[in-house]
């Protein structure tokens, strides 16, 4: 098999082509552990009376914020298959919050990922948030269809070589 030295991160290339510009996972088995964590977040609006049946828990399909949870959980977990090039991190811990928001009206999804490892989890918790979402939609759009998935973002990521960054 042919190996191919990989460009650098330095601006003068991408990190996941190598010098033939051909895909590769980065190598990432040289880099030191540390404690990485990623906290993301995104929302979806909806109608008020959508949110009301959320809250009241009159919703046919069951618990809406409960099944989110779950649901951005198991998306966390499995982001290596649902996204080319990510690695695999077994024992990244996720946790999901969802919290109702009168002003949208809606919900607000964050999650956080953590992991002690060679490389980040800043896409761990992005899928976390975007499927938690489309749960949350799917569980409710036999009340609204309208429903509106928006600002799905990095708020913070922590550790690594790079060290801290955030929106703020």
Request: aromatic fraction near 2%.
């Amino acid at each position: 098999m042919a190996t191919h030295e990989a460009r650098p991160s330095d601006g003068t290339g991408l990190t996941h082509l190598d010098a033939d510009g051909n895909p590769r996972m980065v190598d990432v088995s040289e880099k030191e552990n540390s404690t990485r964590t990623a906290v993301a977040e995104g929302c979806i609006r909806m109608s008020g009376s959508t949110l009301a049946a959320i809250r009241a828990g009159n919703v046919a399909k069951g618990d809406v914020l409960q099944v989110a949870r779950v649901a951005g959980i198991m998306a966390g977990k499995r982001t290596a298959d649902l996204i080319p090039l990510c690695h695999v991190l077994p024992g990244a811990s996720i946790v999901v919050d969802l919290d109702f928001d009168e002003a949208l009206p809606g919900i607000v999804l964050r999650a956080e990922a953590r992991i002690a490892g060679q490389t980040g989890v800043e896409m761990e918790a992005l899928m976390a948030v975007s499927v938690g979402l489309l749960t949350v939609y799917d569980m409710a759009k036999s009340l609204d269809r309208g429903m509106v998935i928006e600002n799905v973002r990095l708020l913070r990521k922590d550790g690594g070589k790079s060290g801290s960054w955030s929106v703020d």
